[in-house]
């Protein structure tokens, strides 16, 4: 991906005006539609979505969310009409004429809506969106709501994905200035429309630094990979430390850039080795070095137990869920 911003606006169609629609017009559509609709849909982790849809009563959709949410085939007339002309417009339903199926899910935090890909997230250019999302978000709004940051707050969400961390960050701190990064084109079109059927305005830059964003920053978020992927892709694999390198190098990016009195919310997790939390001792050395504060906890001490039995993690006891809050004194 090129190192260099390409800084992406998105800007609604005004109702009436004579100009061709976009795929991102018919999305953005979708998602106000679905909204007025009172459409909502919690995803859960793959291996609780492969269970659900596995089941023998499963095969072929049965109402909206069976579709929008399930990512199950559907026999025509299952959707309302107006919902499929708007994921044909958005040339959102696969080629399968008999049942079809929606290449995007829809789902539901906090009030907004948000796309995504579809199950199985097998795409090179998958957008991601599950569990960590959630907890995440929940994150950066207690931080940002028990510690707000100076008006007009300077805030960019790094690896933004779907555009959780930047819609958050900016519905906690009204009038903040919000950025969003992204090394996958594909998660930066879903995220400006996220944020446009948010109605928050972010500016979003396909980039793997910050050297494109001007200043200094006053919030960063950023919920990184920290699995390896086998195939070493770019956007899903942590890197090295088991899965930690691009989290602490990620962090390392912020502190460089952050404000007197700025922070750096991060939401990842860390292998653990022979009971010791190597990325918990990078990040202290880190904010160390810098005369920064941080605060470290875990927030589930057990997760993705399966990646234990690959070949990658024969020497880690357990992958831990953590959150790091590294802040640069006023």
Known sequence: ???????????????????????????????????????????????????????????????????????????????????????????????????PRSRVRVSSLHGDLFLHSAFPTTEPDAVFFGPDSYRFADLIRAELTDRPPCPGARIVDIGTGSGVGAIVAARACPGARVRMTDVNPAALRLARINASAAEVAAEAFECATLEPIQGEIDVVTANPPFIIDSQSRLYRDGGGMHGGQVSLDMARMALERLAPGGRLILYTGSAIVDGEDALKHALSREARLRGFDMRYRELDPDIFGEELETEAYQAVDRIALIAAVIARPD
């Open 1 to 99: 991906m090129p190192e260099a911003a390409a800084t992406l606006r998105y800007s609604t169609v005004p109702q009436g005006a004579s100009v061709r629609r976009t795929e991102d017009d018919a999305l953005l559509d979708l998602l106000r539609l679905l909204r007025d609709k009172g459409y909502q849909f919690v995803t859960p982790t793959p291996a609780t979505h492969a269970r659900v849809v596995a089941r023998p009563d499963r095969r072929l959709a049965r109402s909206l969310i069976d579709v929008l949410g399930w990512s199950l085939p559907y026999l025509r007339g299952t959707l309302g009409r107006d919902v499929e002309t708007l994921l044909r417009q958005a040339a959102m339903l696969s080629e399968n004429a008999a049942a």
